[in-house]
Protein backbone atom coordinates (compact mmCIF):
# COMPACT_ATOMS: atom_id res chain seq x y z
CA UNK A 1 0.00 0.00 0.00
CA UNK A 2 2.74 2.57 0.96
CA UNK A 3 4.11 2.26 -2.72
CA UNK A 4 0.98 2.90 -4.77
CA UNK A 5 1.65 6.49 -4.87
CA UNK A 6 4.26 5.36 -7.18
CA UNK A 7 2.57 3.72 -10.01
CA UNK A 8 -1.05 5.57 -8.94
CA UNK A 9 -1.33 7.34 -12.16
CA UNK A 10 0.22 4.63 -14.22
CA UNK A 11 -2.81 2.47 -13.11
CA UNK A 12 -6.00 5.57 -13.31
CA UNK A 13 -4.51 6.34 -17.17
CA UNK A 14 -4.50 2.22 -18.29
CA UNK A 15 -8.17 2.50 -16.60
CA UNK A 16 -8.82 5.44 -18.90
CA UNK A 17 -7.25 4.92 -22.02
CA UNK A 18 -10.63 4.31 -23.94
CA UNK A 19 -12.32 7.21 -21.39
CA UNK A 20 -14.58 8.18 -18.78
CA UNK A 21 -15.06 10.65 -15.97
CA UNK A 22 -13.22 9.66 -13.02
CA UNK A 23 -11.16 6.78 -11.97
CA UNK A 24 -10.66 5.75 -8.62
CA UNK A 25 -8.60 3.31 -7.07
CA UNK A 26 -9.62 1.99 -3.31
CA UNK A 27 -7.00 0.21 -0.93
CA UNK A 28 -8.08 -1.42 2.17
CA UNK A 29 -6.03 -3.41 4.89
CA UNK A 30 -8.50 -4.39 7.89
CA UNK A 31 -7.29 -6.32 11.15
CA UNK A 32 -10.21 -7.74 12.80
CA UNK A 33 -11.39 -10.13 15.34
CA UNK A 34 -15.00 -11.15 16.64
CA UNK A 35 -15.76 -13.77 20.18
CA UNK A 36 -19.12 -14.65 20.73
CA UNK A 37 -20.18 -16.31 23.86
CA UNK A 38 -23.24 -18.26 24.11
CA UNK A 39 -24.81 -21.08 26.28
CA UNK A 40 -22.60 -20.59 28.89
CA UNK A 41 -19.23 -20.86 26.92
CA UNK A 42 -17.11 -19.09 24.07
CA UNK A 43 -19.13 -19.81 20.99
CA UNK A 44 -16.51 -18.90 18.32
CA UNK A 45 -13.15 -16.92 18.39
CA UNK A 46 -11.92 -15.51 15.11
CA UNK A 47 -9.55 -12.87 14.07
CA UNK A 48 -7.66 -11.91 10.65
CA UNK A 49 -6.31 -9.76 7.97
CA UNK A 50 -8.06 -8.97 5.02
CA UNK A 51 -6.32 -6.84 2.44
CA UNK A 52 -7.79 -5.48 -1.30
CA UNK A 53 -8.10 -3.54 -4.07
CA UNK A 54 -11.17 -1.80 -5.72
CA UNK A 55 -11.24 -0.15 -9.11
CA UNK A 56 -13.68 1.88 -10.16
CA UNK A 57 -14.67 3.87 -13.40
CA UNK A 58 -17.45 6.32 -13.34
CA UNK A 59 -18.88 6.77 -17.14
CA UNK A 60 -21.86 9.65 -17.07
CA UNK A 61 -24.40 7.53 -14.88
CA UNK A 62 -22.62 4.51 -15.34
CA UNK A 63 -20.83 2.08 -12.64
CA UNK A 64 -17.97 -0.38 -13.48
CA UNK A 65 -16.01 -1.73 -10.75
CA UNK A 66 -13.67 -4.50 -10.25
CA UNK A 67 -11.68 -5.78 -7.45
CA UNK A 68 -9.01 -8.08 -6.08
CA UNK A 69 -6.89 -9.63 -3.25
CA UNK A 70 -3.64 -8.88 -5.18
CA UNK A 71 -2.90 -5.02 -4.38
CA UNK A 72 0.87 -5.30 -6.62
CA UNK A 73 1.11 -2.62 -8.96
CA UNK A 74 0.79 -5.91 -11.80
CA UNK A 75 -2.63 -6.69 -9.89
CA UNK A 76 -3.66 -2.68 -10.18
CA UNK A 77 -3.06 -3.42 -13.61
CA UNK A 78 -5.08 -6.27 -14.18
CA UNK A 79 -7.84 -4.81 -12.37
CA UNK A 80 -7.55 -1.18 -14.49
CA UNK A 81 -7.35 -3.81 -17.79
CA UNK A 82 -10.89 -4.88 -16.64
CA UNK A 83 -12.67 -1.71 -16.35
CA UNK A 84 -11.18 -0.01 -19.24
CA UNK A 85 -12.80 -2.87 -21.72
CA UNK A 86 -16.07 -2.10 -20.70
CA UNK A 87 -15.75 1.67 -22.03
CA UNK A 88 -15.74 3.40 -25.24
CA UNK A 89 -15.89 6.76 -24.95
CA UNK A 90 -14.02 10.77 -25.16
CA UNK A 91 -11.06 10.93 -23.43
CA UNK A 92 -10.82 14.32 -21.11
CA UNK A 93 -8.05 15.86 -18.89
CA UNK A 94 -6.99 14.29 -15.35
CA UNK A 95 -5.00 14.89 -12.87
CA UNK A 96 -2.12 12.68 -11.53
CA UNK A 97 -0.53 15.55 -9.93
CA UNK A 98 -1.25 13.62 -6.16
CA UNK A 99 -0.58 15.51 -3.00
CA UNK A 100 -1.20 12.93 -0.51
CA UNK A 101 -3.53 13.97 2.83
CA UNK A 102 -3.22 11.20 5.79
CA UNK A 103 -5.46 11.39 8.30
CA UNK A 104 -6.42 9.01 11.11
CA UNK A 105 -8.40 8.49 14.14
CA UNK A 106 -7.06 8.31 17.07
CA UNK A 107 -6.80 5.08 18.73
CA UNK A 108 -5.17 4.69 22.30
CA UNK A 109 -5.22 1.21 23.05
CA UNK A 110 -4.97 -0.86 19.55
CA UNK A 111 -7.59 -3.94 20.34
CA UNK A 112 -4.96 -6.41 18.50
CA UNK A 113 -2.94 -5.50 21.41
CA UNK A 114 -5.03 -6.44 24.02
CA UNK A 115 -4.98 -10.03 25.10
CA UNK A 116 -8.07 -12.58 23.87
CA UNK A 117 -8.47 -13.35 27.39
CA UNK A 118 -9.74 -9.94 28.50
CA UNK A 119 -12.12 -9.17 25.92
CA UNK A 120 -13.45 -13.53 26.90
CA UNK A 121 -13.64 -12.13 30.39
CA UNK A 122 -15.55 -9.41 29.79
CA UNK A 123 -18.35 -11.69 28.22
CA UNK A 124 -17.95 -14.31 31.11
CA UNK A 125 -18.89 -11.30 33.19
CA UNK A 126 -21.74 -10.10 31.39
CA UNK A 127 -23.03 -13.56 30.96
CA UNK A 128 -22.73 -13.74 35.12
CA UNK A 129 -24.45 -10.95 35.37
CA UNK A 130 -27.82 -11.63 33.16
CA UNK A 131 -28.23 -15.10 34.30
CA UNK A 132 -28.35 -13.38 37.94
CA UNK A 133 -30.59 -10.99 37.81
CA UNK A 134 -33.38 -13.31 36.81
CA UNK A 135 -34.06 -17.40 37.23
CA UNK A 136 -36.26 -17.04 34.17
CA UNK A 137 -33.10 -15.80 31.98
CA UNK A 138 -32.75 -19.08 29.90
CA UNK A 139 -30.25 -17.60 26.93
CA UNK A 140 -27.82 -15.13 26.73
CA UNK A 141 -25.86 -14.44 23.89
CA UNK A 142 -22.49 -12.04 24.00
CA UNK A 143 -20.30 -10.68 21.17
CA UNK A 144 -17.41 -8.84 21.36
CA UNK A 145 -16.43 -7.15 18.15
CA UNK A 146 -13.27 -4.83 16.96
CA UNK A 147 -11.28 -3.36 13.64
CA UNK A 148 -8.60 -1.60 12.68
CA UNK A 149 -9.01 -0.29 8.57
CA UNK A 150 -6.65 1.35 6.93
CA UNK A 151 -7.63 2.70 3.25
CA UNK A 152 -5.83 4.49 0.61
CA UNK A 153 -8.05 5.94 -1.80
CA UNK A 154 -6.53 7.76 -5.11
CA UNK A 155 -8.83 9.39 -8.41
CA UNK A 156 -7.97 10.86 -11.17
CA UNK A 157 -9.41 14.36 -10.16
CA UNK A 158 -5.90 14.42 -8.24
CA UNK A 159 -7.27 13.60 -4.78
CA UNK A 160 -4.64 10.83 -2.55
CA UNK A 161 -6.00 10.26 0.60
CA UNK A 162 -5.10 7.72 3.75
CA UNK A 163 -7.37 6.99 6.87
CA UNK A 164 -6.90 4.80 9.88
CA UNK A 165 -10.84 3.97 11.09
CA UNK A 166 -10.97 1.90 14.56
CA UNK A 167 -14.46 0.20 15.48
CA UNK A 168 -15.10 -1.93 18.92
CA UNK A 169 -18.58 -3.20 20.03
CA UNK A 170 -20.37 -4.87 22.75
CA UNK A 171 -23.46 -6.57 22.47
CA UNK A 172 -25.66 -8.43 24.77
CA UNK A 173 -29.20 -10.16 24.31
CA UNK A 174 -31.15 -11.84 27.10
CA UNK A 175 -33.92 -14.04 26.58
CA UNK A 176 -36.52 -14.33 29.54
CA UNK A 177 -39.46 -17.00 29.51
CA UNK A 178 -42.50 -17.88 31.37
CA UNK A 179 -45.68 -19.53 31.20
CA UNK A 180 -45.28 -19.78 27.56
CA UNK A 181 -44.47 -16.60 27.03
CA UNK A 182 -40.74 -15.46 25.79
CA UNK A 183 -39.33 -11.67 25.38
CA UNK A 184 -36.06 -10.73 24.47
CA UNK A 185 -33.72 -7.75 26.09
CA UNK A 186 -31.30 -6.14 24.09
CA UNK A 187 -28.16 -3.71 24.52
CA UNK A 188 -25.55 -2.49 21.91
CA UNK A 189 -22.36 -0.21 22.97
CA UNK A 190 -19.74 0.48 20.56
CA UNK A 191 -17.66 3.53 18.95
CA UNK A 192 -15.12 4.79 16.39
CA UNK A 193 -12.23 4.33 18.67
CA UNK A 194 -10.21 1.61 19.86
CA UNK A 195 -10.03 -0.47 23.38
CA UNK A 196 -10.18 2.83 25.70
CA UNK A 197 -13.88 2.86 24.81
CA UNK A 198 -14.12 0.81 27.34
CA UNK A 199 -13.11 2.93 29.98
CA UNK A 200 -15.70 5.21 29.61
CA UNK A 201 -18.63 2.93 28.33
CA UNK A 202 -19.60 0.31 30.79
CA UNK A 203 -20.13 -3.45 29.04
CA UNK A 204 -21.51 -4.60 32.76
CA UNK A 205 -24.10 -2.00 32.75
CA UNK A 206 -25.54 -2.88 29.26
CA UNK A 207 -25.36 -6.72 30.11
CA UNK A 208 -27.65 -5.44 33.46
CA UNK A 209 -30.13 -3.10 30.90
CA UNK A 210 -30.60 -6.31 28.80
CA UNK A 211 -31.45 -7.78 31.38
CA UNK A 212 -33.73 -5.68 32.97
CA UNK A 213 -35.78 -5.59 29.83
CA UNK A 214 -36.16 -9.04 29.17
CA UNK A 215 -37.63 -9.56 32.61
CA UNK A 216 -39.63 -6.52 32.25
CA UNK A 217 -41.20 -7.12 29.02
CA UNK A 218 -41.74 -10.75 30.49
CA UNK A 219 -44.30 -9.15 33.58
CA UNK A 220 -45.87 -6.46 30.83
CA UNK A 221 -49.26 -6.42 30.15
CA UNK A 222 -50.36 -6.71 26.12
CA UNK A 223 -50.08 -3.69 24.10
CA UNK A 224 -53.18 -2.38 23.20
CA UNK A 225 -54.52 -1.67 19.73
CA UNK A 226 -55.37 1.53 18.32
CA UNK A 227 -54.37 5.20 16.97
CA UNK A 228 -53.20 7.35 20.50
CA UNK A 229 -50.28 10.07 20.97
CA UNK A 230 -46.77 8.06 21.00
CA UNK A 231 -44.19 9.58 22.75
CA UNK A 232 -40.62 8.41 21.97
CA UNK A 233 -37.87 8.59 24.55
CA UNK A 234 -34.18 10.12 23.54
CA UNK A 235 -32.91 6.84 25.02
CA UNK A 236 -34.36 4.65 22.36
CA UNK A 237 -32.16 6.55 19.90
CA UNK A 238 -32.73 7.03 16.13
CA UNK A 239 -34.12 4.27 14.98
CA UNK A 240 -37.47 6.06 13.88
CA UNK A 241 -35.51 9.33 11.94
CA UNK A 242 -32.88 6.14 10.46
CA UNK A 243 -35.16 3.72 8.96
CA UNK A 244 -38.35 6.28 8.52
CA UNK A 245 -36.60 9.69 7.01
CA UNK A 246 -33.02 8.97 6.54
CA UNK A 247 -33.20 6.08 3.92
CA UNK A 248 -35.40 8.74 1.96
CA UNK A 249 -32.99 11.61 1.96
CA UNK A 250 -30.01 9.22 0.53
CA UNK A 251 -29.30 10.64 -3.15
CA UNK A 252 -29.55 7.44 -5.15
CA UNK A 253 -33.10 6.93 -4.01
CA UNK A 254 -34.10 10.98 -4.94
CA UNK A 255 -31.98 9.64 -8.23
CA UNK A 256 -33.69 6.56 -9.02
CA UNK A 257 -37.42 8.19 -8.25
CA UNK A 258 -38.24 6.12 -5.38
CA UNK A 259 -38.22 8.17 -2.35
CA UNK A 260 -41.47 9.98 -1.12
CA UNK A 261 -38.99 12.93 -0.89
CA UNK A 262 -38.48 13.86 -4.62
CA UNK A 263 -39.23 16.89 -6.39
CA UNK A 264 -39.26 18.31 -2.38
CA UNK A 265 -36.52 20.15 -2.51
CA UNK A 266 -36.81 23.36 -1.11
CA UNK A 267 -40.19 22.40 0.68
CA UNK A 268 -41.48 22.21 4.10
CA UNK A 269 -41.52 18.62 4.46
CA UNK A 270 -41.86 18.86 8.87
CA UNK A 271 -43.14 20.98 11.51
CA UNK A 272 -40.68 23.73 11.91
CA UNK A 273 -39.26 22.54 15.09
CA UNK A 274 -37.74 19.77 13.52
CA UNK A 275 -33.66 20.01 12.19
CA UNK A 276 -32.57 16.75 10.66
CA UNK A 277 -28.72 16.78 10.70
CA UNK A 278 -25.95 13.90 9.77
CA UNK A 279 -23.08 14.15 11.09
CA UNK A 280 -19.74 11.93 10.15
CA UNK A 281 -17.38 14.74 12.27
CA UNK A 282 -18.66 13.40 15.97
CA UNK A 283 -15.84 12.26 17.81
CA UNK A 284 -15.76 8.59 18.49
CA UNK A 285 -19.26 8.18 17.23
CA UNK A 286 -19.95 4.44 14.97
CA UNK A 287 -20.59 6.59 11.81
CA UNK A 288 -17.50 8.78 12.15
CA UNK A 289 -14.61 8.74 10.12
CA UNK A 290 -12.26 11.73 9.06
CA UNK A 291 -13.22 11.20 4.80
CA UNK A 292 -15.56 8.81 3.81
CA UNK A 293 -15.17 5.96 1.40
CA UNK A 294 -14.50 8.27 -1.91
CA UNK A 295 -11.77 10.23 0.01
CA UNK A 296 -14.40 13.07 0.86
CA UNK A 297 -13.75 14.76 4.07
CA UNK A 298 -16.81 14.05 6.49
CA UNK A 299 -19.09 17.32 7.69
CA UNK A 300 -22.06 17.95 9.44
CA UNK A 301 -24.51 17.90 6.56
CA UNK A 302 -28.03 19.73 7.53
CA UNK A 303 -30.72 17.64 5.30
CA UNK A 304 -33.98 19.56 7.14
CA UNK A 305 -33.84 22.93 8.61
CA UNK A 306 -36.90 23.99 10.95
CA UNK A 307 -39.05 21.69 8.64
CA UNK A 308 -37.55 22.23 5.54
CA UNK A 309 -35.76 19.98 3.20
CA UNK A 310 -32.59 21.87 2.04
CA UNK A 311 -30.27 18.99 0.80
CA UNK A 312 -29.66 15.60 0.67
CA UNK A 313 -26.62 12.63 1.76
CA UNK A 314 -24.75 12.18 -1.41
CA UNK A 315 -21.66 9.79 -3.42
CA UNK A 316 -19.45 11.81 -5.89
CA UNK A 317 -22.08 10.12 -8.78
CA UNK A 318 -25.27 11.24 -7.26
CA UNK A 319 -23.25 14.86 -6.19
CA UNK A 320 -21.57 15.19 -10.08
CA UNK A 321 -24.81 14.21 -11.45
CA UNK A 322 -27.80 16.17 -9.38
CA UNK A 323 -24.99 19.12 -9.18
CA UNK A 324 -24.92 18.90 -5.17
CA UNK A 325 -22.58 19.84 -2.93
CA UNK A 326 -20.03 16.84 -1.55
CA UNK A 327 -21.49 15.90 2.04
CA UNK A 328 -18.85 12.68 2.59
CA UNK A 329 -21.34 9.89 2.44
CA UNK A 330 -20.23 7.60 0.04
CA UNK A 331 -19.42 4.27 2.15
CA UNK A 332 -18.74 1.10 0.82
CA UNK A 333 -18.51 -2.67 3.31
CA UNK A 334 -15.25 -2.92 2.09
CA UNK A 335 -13.43 -3.43 -1.30
CA UNK A 336 -15.10 -5.83 -2.64
CA UNK A 337 -18.17 -3.20 -3.16
CA UNK A 338 -18.73 0.24 -4.98
CA UNK A 339 -19.14 3.08 -2.74
CA UNK A 340 -23.18 4.51 -2.29
CA UNK A 341 -24.73 7.06 -0.77
CA UNK A 342 -24.72 5.76 2.91
CA UNK A 343 -26.25 7.54 6.59
CA UNK A 344 -23.36 8.40 9.29
CA UNK A 345 -24.68 9.68 12.65
CA UNK A 346 -27.79 11.13 11.80
CA UNK A 347 -30.11 12.51 14.11
CA UNK A 348 -32.95 14.74 14.96
CA UNK A 349 -31.63 17.66 16.40
CA UNK A 350 -32.54 18.86 20.18
CA UNK A 351 -35.80 21.56 20.79
CA UNK A 352 -36.94 23.54 23.68
CA UNK A 353 -38.78 21.32 25.34
CA UNK A 354 -38.34 19.89 28.84
CA UNK A 355 -38.63 16.19 27.95
CA UNK A 356 -40.33 15.72 31.44
CA UNK A 357 -42.76 18.07 30.97
CA UNK A 358 -43.65 16.54 27.28
CA UNK A 359 -44.57 13.10 29.34
CA UNK A 360 -46.48 14.95 31.82
CA UNK A 361 -48.71 17.25 29.27
CA UNK A 362 -49.32 13.70 27.14
CA UNK A 363 -52.83 12.70 29.48
CA UNK A 364 -53.04 9.36 27.48
CA UNK A 365 -50.68 6.97 24.78
CA UNK A 366 -47.85 5.13 24.30
CA UNK A 367 -44.18 5.52 25.72
CA UNK A 368 -42.01 4.04 23.83
CA UNK A 369 -38.14 3.68 25.82
CA UNK A 370 -36.68 1.02 23.64
CA UNK A 371 -37.08 0.78 19.89
CA UNK A 372 -36.75 -2.49 17.99
CA UNK A 373 -36.58 -3.64 14.35
CA UNK A 374 -38.30 -2.36 11.50
CA UNK A 375 -39.23 -2.26 7.87
CA UNK A 376 -39.99 1.12 6.18
CA UNK A 377 -41.01 1.69 1.79
CA UNK A 378 -38.60 4.41 0.65
CA UNK A 379 -40.77 5.00 -2.02
CA UNK A 380 -43.95 5.78 0.11
CA UNK A 381 -42.56 6.09 3.41
CA UNK A 382 -44.35 3.76 5.19
CA UNK A 383 -42.93 2.14 7.69
CA UNK A 384 -43.69 -0.72 10.77
CA UNK A 385 -41.52 -0.56 13.86
CA UNK A 386 -40.89 -2.92 16.69
CA UNK A 387 -41.44 -1.46 20.47
CA UNK A 388 -38.78 -3.53 22.63
CA UNK A 389 -39.50 -1.62 25.97
CA UNK A 390 -43.14 0.61 26.18
CA UNK A 391 -45.41 1.95 28.49
CA UNK A 392 -48.96 3.13 28.24
CA UNK A 393 -49.06 6.66 29.40
CA UNK A 394 -52.05 7.73 32.08
CA UNK A 395 -52.93 11.43 32.92
CA UNK A 396 -49.33 11.99 31.97
CA UNK A 397 -47.30 9.30 33.49
CA UNK A 398 -45.74 6.14 31.80
CA UNK A 399 -45.74 3.55 34.27
CA UNK A 400 -47.38 0.37 32.99
CA UNK A 401 -45.19 -1.69 31.09
CA UNK A 402 -46.85 -3.46 27.81
CA UNK A 403 -45.46 -5.32 25.80
CA UNK A 404 -46.18 -6.46 21.76
CA UNK A 405 -46.72 -3.10 20.87
CA UNK A 406 -45.68 -2.23 16.73
CA UNK A 407 -45.35 1.72 15.53
CA UNK A 408 -47.75 1.61 12.00
CA UNK A 409 -47.31 4.47 10.01
CA UNK A 410 -46.03 7.26 7.29
CA UNK A 411 -41.98 8.87 7.41
CA UNK A 412 -43.35 12.26 5.95
CA UNK A 413 -46.53 12.13 7.89
CA UNK A 414 -44.98 11.84 11.11
CA UNK A 415 -42.76 14.63 10.21
CA UNK A 416 -45.59 16.83 9.79
CA UNK A 417 -47.27 15.65 13.18
CA UNK A 418 -44.93 15.54 15.88
CA UNK A 419 -45.79 18.55 18.08
CA UNK A 420 -43.40 18.59 20.80
CA UNK A 421 -39.17 18.06 20.61
CA UNK A 422 -37.38 17.58 23.86
CA UNK A 423 -34.15 19.40 24.78
CA UNK A 424 -32.07 16.11 25.38
CA UNK A 425 -30.30 13.97 23.17
CA UNK A 426 -29.83 10.08 22.98
CA UNK A 427 -27.57 8.20 21.13
CA UNK A 428 -27.82 4.43 19.36
CA UNK A 429 -25.97 2.14 17.08
CA UNK A 430 -26.43 -0.11 14.70
CA UNK A 431 -25.45 -1.53 11.47
CA UNK A 432 -27.09 -0.30 8.56
CA UNK A 433 -27.46 -2.65 5.75
CA UNK A 434 -27.80 -1.25 1.77
CA UNK A 435 -27.47 -3.30 -1.51
CA UNK A 436 -25.87 -6.40 0.84
CA UNK A 437 -23.92 -4.06 2.47
CA UNK A 438 -23.77 -3.45 6.07
CA UNK A 439 -21.71 0.02 7.68
CA UNK A 440 -21.31 0.93 11.17
CA UNK A 441 -23.89 4.17 12.01
CA UNK A 442 -25.19 5.91 14.92
CA UNK A 443 -28.85 7.35 15.23
CA UNK A 444 -30.02 10.08 17.82
CA UNK A 445 -32.68 11.78 18.36
CA UNK A 446 -34.46 14.23 21.70
CA UNK A 447 -37.40 12.87 23.67
CA UNK A 448 -40.19 13.98 20.63
CA UNK A 449 -43.96 13.24 20.87
CA UNK A 450 -46.49 12.77 17.52
CA UNK A 451 -49.79 13.76 17.68
CA UNK A 452 -51.03 10.18 16.73
CA UNK A 453 -49.71 6.98 15.59
CA UNK A 454 -51.40 3.81 14.90
CA UNK A 455 -50.18 1.36 17.43
CA UNK A 456 -50.38 -2.68 16.57
CA UNK A 457 -50.41 -4.89 20.02
CA UNK A 458 -51.50 -7.70 21.36
CA UNK A 459 -54.38 -7.00 23.75
Known amino acids: MADLLTYAGEVLELALSKGGDLGEIFLEERVSARITFEDGKVDRVSSGTDVGAGLRLLIGDRTLYAYSNDVSRNGLLALAKTVSGGVSAD ?8 KPERY ?98 DSEAAALKAAKQASLMLDAAPAPTGRMPVVISSEAGGTMVHEAVGHGLEADHIDK ?14 TPEITIVDDGTIPFKRGSSSVDDEGTPTRRAVLVDKGRLVSFMNDLRTCRKMN ?41 GLYVKMMGGGQVNTLNGDFVFEVSEGYLIENGKAEKAVRGATLIGNGPDVLMNIDAVGSDLGFGIGSCGKEGQWVPVTDAQPTIRI ?6 GTA
Open 257 to 270: QISKYCGRLGEMIA
Open 104 to 201: AMPVKVPPAEVPTARKVAMLVTADRIVRAHDRRIVQVMCSYADSLRRIVIVNSDGRYVEDVQPQVSFYVAAVASDKGVMQTGRRPIGGAMGFEFFDTE
Open 324 to 364: LEPSGNGRRQSFEYKPVPRMRNTMIAPGNADPAEILASTPR
Open 451 to 456: KELTIG
Open 91 to 98: KRAYNFDF
